[in-house]
């Protein structure tokens, strides 16, 4: 399959942890997007990369939230002292340049 | 502002024919994307419009009016496994897309 992987599919985790998430994205695509969704609701934009530099973050990723994207390839996305607001489904999506966005399976995230 | 407009939920008999409205108000317009997403699943490309007219892709076909802001999704000979939800996502010109918050279709037997 070659298609974008996430992992893991689902998290658990107490309020206050750190929690990452890891993407793989289509090989061939230089362009980078995660996602975070809400029950109801569309996917809102956190970050994007073109290769290994991050070009924008949204308003919506705090201080708590970074992401890389070391060589260009796979991103990690972290969050720190997570928060129950955190909980959602996080989305990373491909492309190459500004073709199509194709996404990955998702990162469910729960905060207890 | 940017924003996107369709139905919340909407329910169909299967074998008919739905069609999905979307409408949009951005700061500019490099494209509109229709994706499907199941339950607990990712969104999945459907169509893609970027000139006006229809783009037909077997059961599916995608409408799009760039001076209306308008766009539709037209699903045909409707299946159970069509139900889920069917989200436009608009391309303002930059690299994010800006989604709607997506149409719930039920297909009922």
């Known amino acids: 399959d070659t298609g974008v992987s996430q992992d893991p599919r689902h998290k658990i985790t107490k309020r206050g942890q750190n929690v990452t998430f890891r993407c793989d994205p289509i090989?061939?695509?230089?362009?980078l997007y995660w996602y975070r969704q809400t029950l109801g609701q569309g996917p809102e934009f956190l970050t994007y990369?073109?290769?290994?530099?991050?070009?924008?973050k949204s308003r919506l990723l705090s201080d708590r939230f970074s992401a890389e994207r070391p060589k260009g390839s796979f991103s990690t996305l972290e969050i720190q002292r997570t928060e129950q607001g955190d909980s959602a489904m996080y989305l990373c999506?491909?492309?190459?340049?500004?073709?199509?966005?194709?996404f990955g399976p998702g990162t469910r995230l729960t905060v207890l | 502002g940017q924003n996107i407009d369709q139905p919340t939920e909407m329910t169909a008999t299967e074998g008919a024919i739905v069609q999905i409205n979307c409408t949009y108000q951005?700061?500019?317009?490099?494209?509109l994307f229709w994706y499907q997403q199941h339950a607990g699943e990712a969104p999945t490309f459907l169509s893609y419009?970027?000139?006006?007219g229809l783009e037909e892709k077997g059961r599916f076909s995608s409408f799009l009016s760039r001076s209306k802001g308008y766009s539709y999704l037209l699903l045909k000979e409707l299946q159970m496994k069509d139900s889920a939800s069917y989200l436009c996502?608009?391309?303002?010109?930059?690299?994010?897309?800006?989604f709607g918050t997506g149409t719930r279709l039920k297909v009922l037997a």
């Open positions: 996502a608009v391309n303002p010109g930059t690299y994010k897309y800006i």
């Open positions: 419009n970027v000139l006006d």
């Open positions: 090989s061939e695509h230089n362009r």
């Open positions: 951005t700061s500019g317009f490099n494209g």
């Open positions: 990369f073109q290769n290994e530099a991050q070009l924008e």
């Open positions: 999506a491909s492309s190459l340049n500004t073709d199509t966005q194709y």
